[in-house]
């Protein structure tokens, strides 16, 4: 178990206070709350070297340099093989739609794609638009609403040869259900299909190794884990090079810059890399060696230190599990079987009988609790429950840096409502 204070003294934020009481963030799905070594990369860019891409001075230099150490620790977060096979956007949907665009390209009419009412709308809408620009037809995966799981099933149902491509997500970003994506990759890869894999809410909980995963695309967005507000895509090297990138002509089209349009924001990428240094210590100080075959000793120290979190958040889902499952008119949606709990991330959405999510969420801000209400862009999911005309859900997300105090404070605080 990582040691709470230790691990909260990494996050300036966690201190501020809220009519009187320390401020809970259980928000973490929407954003998470960033590192100090991620605030001092930021200013140390903004201070020393901002400055734009490819110049001969010497801020640009160092700018570079930055943008380049950035692509290498994100390679490192996700053990791609190459630097190259990682680009930054401004938003996983930005680079969503913009990789909707090449592949589409590829497309014609009699092709099909496969997404699912699981996903949040940036890994189904830029597929869904696509395919109505170019005639190929739409299979969706639907939702088991007794567990909140994908219907393995469908799968079997939709694969054929001519299915191009597979999006799933590897969690849910409203329910928190964990999907099996390296068995839905090898399901797709049977029939030569591609597969995009939204790992936007996974990527704060767990190690993501694309290499052992085997997808052709993988994206993400480092404000979810502790880092600033950047999108960001895994893709094979190989698909890269075939794929057409829309971009004006000036631009460099060497990797990974090919996939890179416009300026970058490269202060967040220096904070980035502040991020990742510490998830490094927290590798080296709290993790476990594990055997593999990791690009580098920081990809294995980086892969440890999620390992670690994975543990630690853990005990933190049980027992937030527990609890609510315990509050009398409430209903909380999802994997909850304890021999289960491995299925799924520390993301909890209820209903709470005669108070809409809205109503709660408000009720829990006045106590300095932060909270989402509504559908989180999971707006298939929020409907296919029937929860979308009516508020949607509340949202309680916990990352490695909450506390079981701020839970049990949490559960009283609902308590009183329900």
């Not at 230099?61 to 190459?82: C, T």
Request: proline share 4%.
């Amino acid at each position: 178990m990582l040691e709470p204070m230790q691990i909260r003294a990494h996050f300036p934020a966690l201190a501020r206070t809220f009519n009187g009481k320390s401020l809970v963030y259980f928000d973490g799905p929407g954003g998470t709350q960033v590192t100090q070594s991620c605030i001092d990369g930021m200013t140390a860019y903004l201070t020393r070297c901002n400055a734009n891409h490819g110049g001969a001075f010497i801020s640009s230099v160092e700018s570079d340099v930055i943008v380049a150490a950035a692509h290498e620790a994100m390679a490192d977060f996700l053990n791609a093989r190459l630097n190259s096979e990682v680009f930054f956007g401004q938003n996983m949907t930005s680079l969503t739609f913009a990789f909707s665009r090449a592949i589409g390209r590829t497309l014609h009419p009699g092709d099909e794609i496969i997404l699912t009412y699981l996903d949040h709308d940036a890994n189904f809408s830029p597929w869904r638009l696509m395919a109505e620009d170019r005639g190929v037809k739409v299979n969706v995966v639907a939702v088991d609403p007794a567990d909140c799981t994908l219907r393995m099933s469908d799968f079997d149902r939709y694969l054929n040869s001519n299915t191009k491509l597979v999006a799933v997500g590897y969690a849910s970003n409203a329910v928190g259900t964990i999907n099996p994506v390296k068995e839905i990759v090898r399901l797709a890869k049977s029939v030569g299909a591609l597969t995009y894999i939204d790992a936007v809410h996974y990527a704060p909980h767990g190690p993501i190794n694309v290499q052992d995963i085997g997808c052709d695309f993988l994206a993400c967005s480092p404000y979810k884990f502790f880092a600033p507000h950047l999108g960001v895509v895994y893709a094979r090297q190989e698909l890269l090079d075939q794929l057409t990138a829309y971009k004006v002509r000036p631009a460099d089209n060497r990797p990974p810059w090919k996939w890179e349009t416009g300026t970058q924001s490269h202060e967040s990428l220096a904070g980035l890399v502040g991020t990742m240094q510490y998830l490094e210590w927290l590798g080296t100080t709290h993790g476990r060696a594990e055997s593999g075959s990791y690009r580098s000793e920081r990809s294995a120290l980086l892969h440890a230190a999620m390992r670690a979190i994975q543990t630690h958040e853990a005990a933190l889902k049980a027992q937030m599990l527990d609890g609510l499952m315990a509050l009398p008119r409430t209903r909380l949606y999802g994997i909850t079987a304890h021999n289960r709990l491995d299925e799924r991330v520390p993301t909890f959405a209820i209903r709470m009988e005669g108070h809409p999510p809205l109503e709660i969420a408000q009720f829990l801000a006045e106590r300095a609790i932060a909270v989402w209400s509504g559908n989180y862009y999971a707006l298939n999911l929020t409907e296919q429950l029937g929860v979308e005309d009516t508020g949607g859900m509340v949202r309680i997300g916990i990352a490695h840096y909450n506390t079981a105090e701020e839970i049990d404070r949490l559960l009283a605080d609902l308590s009183s409502i329900a």
